[in-house]
């Protein structure tokens, strides 16, 4: 079983709907990873999260460390919110390393 | 411009001819590391490196050599390249895992 897991692993939505990606882990953490994989293939970092939830935007990400659980939501959904959204952790007894879940693929059409 | 830079951007070798992926960053960042993403498997460490003259393996180190000799560079080494190490590769800076990772834009490795 892997140590992150996201769900769902595909996501179809319509503009403007609300999105929710959820990532469960299953070691004692020291941080968690929201990242954004654009189309092109590119990366980059959303949110770092250690505890409650932080807001940027649209984008709003939650982590409950006594669930071990975060979410990932996206009000207004747009097109170009269109890519593949990772979960990562830092495992708190290890904190040289990520650990990644295989990503969300979310598509919103117009 | 804060970045992170890799190259090549894509490169298609054969099995078993030395290759090297260079990873530089302008962000005096302590920590660096190199992932690799395959289709199903997601992102996976290969290498990662807390400073200068210190690294240490990831979850995927087997074919792979890293070095850090200067704060801003971390190549990655393929000595002996096999078709299994057909991936895109990331390299990532920080000032620690846990801050803020910024990524490279990746290098497409194709090993015929």
């Known amino acids: 079983k892997n140590e992150v897991e996201q769900s769902p692993q595909n996501l179809t939505a319509q503009e403007g709907e609300f999105i929710t990606i959820n990532c469960s882990y299953s070691v004692g953490i020291s941080a968690l990873h929201w990242l954004q994989q654009h189309p092109g293939g590119g990366i980059v970092s959303l949110f770092m999260l250690s505890s409650g939830k932080k807001k940027h935007g649209r984008l709003i990400a939650t982590i409950n460390i006594q669930e071990k659980h975060s979410s990932l939501h996206i009000t207004a959904s747009h097109p170009r919110d269109s890519a593949v959204y990772i979960c990562?952790?830092?495992?708190?007894?290890?904190?040289?390393?990520?650990?990644f879940g295989t990503g969300t693929r979310l598509q919103v059409f117009p | 411009e804060a970045q992170v830079t890799q190259n090549p951007r894509y490169l298609i070798t054969v099995t078993g001819k030395k290759l090297t992926v260079t990873c530089s960053q302008n962000m005096n960042h302590e920590y660096m590391s190199w992932y690799r993403q395959d289709p199903g498997l997601g992102l996976r460490q290969i290498y990662y490196s807390m400073n200068v003259e210190v690294t240490d393996k990831g979850d995927v180190p087997e074919g792979y050599k890293v070095s850090r000799k200067e704060k801003r560079n971390f190549p990655l080494i393929l000595e002996s390249p096999s078709p299994n190490q057909t991936s895109l590769y990331f390299c990532?800076?920080?000032?620690?895992?846990?801050?803020?990772?910024?990524f490279g834009p990746g290098t497409r490795l194709t090993v015929t």
């Open positions: 990562a952790v830092v495992r708190a007894y290890n904190t040289d390393k990520l650990i």
């Open positions: 990532a800076s920080s000032p620690l895992p846990t801050y803020e990772q910024y």
